[in-house]
């Protein structure tokens, strides 16, 4: 075992690799392609028994040659011959620093909160060539800055960051699951769902604090949390008699919801889109930016899509007989009340359930919602998603197309399995005339359900509203 010298320290090198020292046993070098050499110790704690490394530091010649680190790897092995617990010293080190800095919590989540929302030069490839175009450094930033202000900085962000243990991170869990965290001076309702959304908020805060460059945290608190319940997976779906009910009663000419609203519904039910993605469509969206284009189509870009590819999907006729009543000559399929911008990512679900407007805790003005109106039992516009895929399971369609309508990945065919870095990296093909056709078949199977008479007990759950 040689010796680690100046030369091998100034070489370039292929792959990452470490080479101990032979005079000084324990002490060894860390060379990477893309990192300076970086010197560490390996030890046994004289009181644990067990086996740690310690990181001493980057080579960085004049003064932080090999012959300097040699030196300290002689020092801190004399503390450790001594009895010192090296790593409970530079965790007391890096506590006190981290005390002195004084840096909370809710000062590193108001720095996250201006990173991931920074706009930065994103490259996208598209027709015509690449496209440079600025967006926010991460598409979910605004949902992460509410999972962050509404769970984690009311429970941690007066604390000093470097206190925060995973004991702090697993009883506001606890908490969240119980229904016992305040907020607003009430308990938040017990969710799994809530508790989960926390847990990738503040682990990816605490993660980004602890990068280096940063180094607002020494390490991330949030290890060995404990295991979340496992969530119910939703099955809600509308029966063929609900489909007929809500068709015929978003028609109702008494309704006091926008009609672009229920149109939005429709559409939501026989393009299988998500809510944010049809929402939103503009008509630069649209092939040849026309509804009367002899192969509908709509392309949702990337920026609007939750997997973060492009949505190539095509539009039925009836898709199209629905979307050109809500477009009219606005730019956007279905504009808001102004006529300046589109209608607001929850607008469809607030007409579903009904709003409630709030002042100081009371609810001043509540309105029925759609479901309750009809007397169709409660449903979210997501829903709608697996009804359409459940129409066309029921019509025959193969899953391997009802996946590439709903924009999944698919995971195995009539052939067997399928590589999943077959359908994001290699199979460019949007599949149109497949998704097409069944589209197609998926409008026809709506249109015969709504077509069929209303039943009695159809008729009275409608009129009852």
């Known amino acids: 075992m040689p010796n680690i010298t100046e030369k091998i320290c100034r070489a370039q090198v292929k792959q990452r690799r470490k080479i101990y020292d032979a005079s000084c046993a324990g002490f060894y070098v860390s060379l990477s392609p893309t990192a300076p050499p970086t010197f560490s110790i390996k030890y046994t704690c004289p009181i644990t028994k067990k086996r740690g490394t310690h990181r001493l530091g980057i080579y960085q010649m004049p003064e932080h040659d090999v012959a300097f680190w040699r030196k300290e790897a002689w020092k801190l092995k004399l503390r450790i011959a001594n009895g010192e617990d090296v790593a409970q010293t530079a965790r007391q080190v890096r506590r006190l620093q981290a005390k002195q800095a004084g840096i909370t919590v809710g000062e590193i989540i108001d720095k996250r909160i201006a990173w991931i929302s920074e706009e930065v030069p994103t490259r996208r490839h598209t027709e015509h060539g690449v496209v440079i175009k600025k967006s926010p450094r991460m598409k979910s930033w605004e949902e992460q800055s509410r999972h962050l202000n509404r769970f984690v900085r009311p429970r941690l962000g007066r604390m000093i960051a470097g206190d925060v243990t995973k004991h702090d991170i697993s009883q506001l869990q606890a908490d969240i699951l119980a229904g016992k965290l305040i907020l607003h001076g009430k308990p938040l ?3 799994v769902s809530s508790a989960r959304h926390m847990r990738k908020a503040v682990s990816g805060l605490f993660n980004w604090a602890a990068e280096a460059g940063r180094d607002y945290v020494s390490a991330s608190p949030c290890v060995n949390l404990p295991l979340l319940p496992a969530e119910e997976p939703r099955r809600r779906k509308l029966s063929p008699d609900e489909i007929r009910v809500l068709w015929h009663g978003l028609d109702r000419p008494d309704l006091a919801v926008d ?3 229920c149109l939005a519904i429709k559409f939501a039910l026989v393009s299988m889109l998500r809510s944010v993605e049809l929402l939103h469509i503009h008509r630069d969206e649209l092939a040849g930016h026309d509804l009367n284009n002899a192969a509908p189509l709509v392309v949702i870009p990337e920026e609007r899509v939750k997997a973060g590819r492009e949505i190539h999907q095509p539009l039925s006729d ?5 979307a050109k009543e809500a477009m009219g000559n606005y730019p956007w399929m279905f504009t808001g009340r102004f006529g300046n911008e589109p209608l607001n ?3 469809m679900a607030c007409a579903l359930r009904g709003n409630r407007t709030k002042r100081n805790g009371k609810v001043l003005v509540r309105s029925i919602g759609l479901c309750e109106q009809f007397g169709i039992k409660p449903f979210t516009p997501h829903d709608l998603r697996r009804t359409a895929a459940s129409l066309m399971g029921y019509i025959g369609i193969p899953r ?9 990945t698919v995971a195995k065919d009539e052939h067997g399995d399928v590589s999943a870095i077959t359908g994001k990296v290699y199979d460019q093909d949007p599949r149109i005339g497949e998704k097409r ?4 078949k998926l409008a026809d199977e709506v249109r015969r359900i709504v077509a069929e008479p209303m039943e009695a007990a159809d008729a009275g759950v409608r009129l009852a509203a």
């Open 259 to 261: 009609r672009r609203i």
């Open 400 to 408: 391997s197309i009802i996946s590439l309508c709903l924009d999944h």
């Open 318 to 322: 009836l898709a199209v007989e629905i």
């Open 189 to 191: 309702k017990a969710s």
């Open 345 to 347: 990512r929850k607008a």
């Open 437 to 440: 056709e069944a589209l197609r």
